[in-house]
């Protein structure tokens, strides 16, 4: 589909089974099973190398699904986890030595974790000792508060799917544009990813995906902007397919000097691909 030069690194994607046991209180069931072989022949379809699996939320915090793929992959995949924020240090340095890079906070249905509270801060204690980072999935305008908290404490942030704004114009969503400036803070990070979730037209999705790019890249540069594809684009799974994705990848692609940045050099450095960045 397109020449790798380094590697293409897909920053964000999930697997699971449907046999696992979810949790009670997760917001949706997912249709069908994501295995690991159907996500590597998604990789290979793209033409992208490597691959950074998230934990999806309605596994909890049982990330052993992951672990056994990443696992299985080998140096072809990272992974982000979710924790309970009791884990002890070295139950995290087992998981740290088993391929994670981070922890995801998935609050996108409004329940915001106590970040404040002793317990939370001893965690994020660990994680900075780590030298892990923290992924926000949550709305645009429920960013801010998070992104204060975590900094404070010197951790790296990593904001899914664009922030997840309510408004599919860029310029009119007010937690986009403060996303925009957290952008100079140069300790926030951006997935390019998962638009459809902001616009599920595809023709409105592209438009999205191109009028918030030049933003972010002028606010964030392309050493704190990354692309994923959100495989397997849980509750759409029926309208995403691999051209929609190789559409706004190619838009990518386009600019040679652009793609290496955004497609490998800063992903593989965040997730530690490349084992050079403290």
Not at 19 to 28: D, E, F, G, I, N
Not at 56 to 78: E, K
Not at 190 to 203: D, T
Request: net charge positive.
């Amino acid at each position: 589909m397109h020449q790798v030069v380094t590697g293409i690194i897909d920053s964000h994607a999930h697997v699971f089974n449907l046999t696992l046991p979810m949790v009670a209180s997760r917001r949706y069931t997912p249709a069908q099973s994501a295995p690991l072989e159907n996500y590597l022949a998604h990789l290979h379809g793209l033409g992208c190398t490597h691959g950074v699996l998230i934990q999806p939320s309605f596994l909890g915090c049982d990330n052993s699904f992951m672990l056994q793929a990443i696992a299985q992959a080998g140096p072809r995949l990272r992974g982000v986890a979710c924790v309970d924020p009791t884990i002890t240090l070295p139950e995290l340095q087992a998981m740290d030595r088993a391929g994670i890079v981070g922890i995801r906070l998935n609050v996108i249905d409004g329940t915001q974790p106590q970040l404040q509270s002793a317990l939370w801060q001893n965690l994020l204690y660990k994680i900075k000792r780590l030298n892990w980072h923290v992924e926000l999935h949550c709305r645009s305008n429920k960013l801010d508060t998070m992104i204060t908290t975590l900094l404070k404490h010197q951790i790296r942030v990593v904001v899914d799917h664009f922030g997840r704004p309510a408004d599919g114009v860029p310029a009119r969503d007010n937690g986009f544009q403060r996303l925009l400036q957290w952008g100079h803070s140069g300790m926030v990070w951006c997935k390019l990813s998962a638009v459809y979730r902001i616009s599920a037209a595809a023709a409105d999705g592209h438009k999205f995906f191109a009028a918030a790019i030049p933003l972010l890249l002028e606010n964030f540069g392309s050493h704190r902007l990354m692309w994923g594809s959100d495989w397997p684009h849980t509750q759409y799974e029926q309208q995403i397919n691999p051209e929609y994705l190789a559409t706004q990848l190619n838009m990518l692609l386009q600019d040679k000097q652009l793609a290496p940045a955004l497609l490998w050099d800063t992903p593989a450095k965040l997730f530690r691909f490349i084992q050079n960045f403290v």
